[in-house]
């Protein structure tokens, strides 16, 4: 059998496909954090205080839950059509958000959104599949990261000015303009390769038993039953109906002859490893990102805009580390060892900023957070590049909804776990009081999650990326 890493490179014509990929990825992941700020404004608006958190919460939740659909529909009907209906959907979805008359049909409406946002999420990294070969796609890929990295930080702030200006609605019409001209692009340069799947249909009953079980496990790690105590009826049901559904989807895969999640899937190792890294780099670096500017602010005293600007040290550690990691990868088609030191580097991020306290300037803690960066960018874009080339191509899109889902999983439990350890320490009323008290022992179970992941890491097979599309 050839040698995938040895076969020659395919040249292919999409030059405009990087292009249209910035675009969406503007598009999805300022929708991610744009509305944090201006929840207020839209509850002094459409009232629903009670529910407000939804707006958020069923936004990620709805797109957690889709990506496997996606990442399936793509394998089995090609992803062009997939990939352009998503971006379609996403447009009217955003445009109806905007004229939303009340809490209820804004929730709704957001949940239809991240529906598509989870198509346009998988389907944005497997398409890429289809026209750039595996060694050169940390290279090819690694400015989408960077506008992702940049989008999440800068748009709250984007959020308040529109707030402030033109009113809240327009934090959902500014995708209007911006998804037309991701659509465009999309469609001019995403290529019109063929289905590698066999066929088949989706299975139907199988995705509502995951849809179920992703949600309850969701709603059990966010402690948004908790409140009514761990015996409770209300938290028991929860979690019964959450292992049922899980088991009743395992099953589902293991029997089924089109699962949602093709088995083969899991049982490919690198893949198995490669969403243990998403999770690790979820939970530990994206789960921390809401936090760091409460925790600078608190301990160091600083202004709310300069605590939020000294995430831009994470975002410029991340710049450093894909890039390079994307040449390196591109010219030797080696990535085992990248997962390692990029563990091992948030690891001493981590162990440093456990030592946190009001001695430390601003220069120091940025120095902190952007090693932090540099150690997330050696592999947050590897290992799902590293997931793709290893699954066959009838299973691209499973494989990279997968190591997405994971990844997503890690972020919500990683902010849940994080947001109840700091809670544990404040006041009731704020937050970042007792904050520091709280630092070294975060920080210090953080740098355990990625030496965990270092050690994962390990269990990765030394083979090189194939220099071929397909």
Aim: glycine share 12%.
């Amino acid at each position: 059998m050839l040698d995938r890493s040895l076969a020659p490179a395919r040249t292919t014509a999409h030059s405009g496909l990087l292009p249209a990929l910035l675009v969406v990825t503007l598009l999805t992941a300022m929708d991610q954090t744009i509305v944090a700020t201006a929840l207020p404004a839209i509850v002094g608006d459409v009232g629903g205080r009670a529910s407000v958190g939804w707006v958020f919460a069923g936004y990620t939740l709805a797109m957690t839950v889709a990506m496997p659909l996606f990442g399936r529909l793509g394998d089995l009907r090609g992803r062009r059509t997939i990939y352009l209906s998503s971006i379609a959907a996403f447009v009217l979805a955003s445009g109806a958000c905007g004229v939303a008359s009340d809490m209820h049909m804004l929730i709704a409406l957001r949940i239809l959104q991240g529906v598509a946002g989870g198509g346009v999420l998988v389907m944005s990294q497997a398409v890429v599949a289809d026209a750039v070969p595996a060694r050169e796609r940390a290279r090819f890929m690694a400015p989408v990261g960077l506008v992702f990295a940049v989008s999440s930080v800068i748009s709250p702030l984007l959020g308040g000015t529109l707030t402030d200006t033109v009113g809240w609605r327009w934090i959902f019409w500014v995708n209007l303009p911006l998804g037309t001209l991701a659509w465009v692009l999309s469609y001019r340069a995403v290529p019109r390769a063929r289905s590698a799947g066999r066929g088949g249909g989706l299975d139907v009953p199988g995705f509502v038993l995951y849809a179920v079980a992703i949600t309850g496990l969701v709603v059990l790690a966010t402690g948004q039953v908790a409140d009514a105590g761990w015996l409770s009826a209300r938290f028991l049901g929860w979690v019964g109906v959450t292992a049922v559904c899980g088991a009743g989807f395992a099953v589902r895969m293991l029997t089924h002859a089109d699962p949602l999640i093709p088995i083969g899937v899991l049982r490919n190792r690198t893949v198995a490893v490669a969403s243990c890294l998403g999770f690790v780099n979820g939970a530990a670096v994206f789960g921390l990102v809401g936090y760091l500017p409460t925790v600078v602010q608190s301990v160091l005293g600083l202004r709310p805009t300069m605590s939020g600007a000294i995430l831009l040290a994470l975002v410029l550690g991340m710049m450093v580390s894909t890039v390079t990691t994307g040449r390196w990868t591109s010219r030797t088609g080696h990535y085992r060892r990248l997962p390692l030191i990029g563990c091992l580097l948030g690891a001493g991020a981590m162990s440093w900023l456990a030592t946190l306290d009001q001695s430390w300037g601003i220069g120091r803690a940025a120095a902190a957070i952007a090693l932090l960066g540099l150690g997330a960018g050696f592999f947050m874009q590897v290992i799902t590049i590293a997931a793709q080339d290893a699954a066959p191509p009838e299973h691209v899109g499973s494989s990279t909804s997968t190591v997405s889902l994971v990844r997503e999983l890690g972020v919500t439990i990683g902010a849940a776990s994080l947001g109840a350890a700091f809670a544990a320490h404040g006041t009731a009323n704020d937050l970042g009081a007792g904050v520091e008290t709280a630092v070294p022992a975060v920080f210090t179970a953080l740098m355990l999650v990625l030496l965990g992941g270092a050690a994962v890491s390990l269990a990765l097979p030394d083979r090189r990326l194939s220099a071929h599309v397909g």
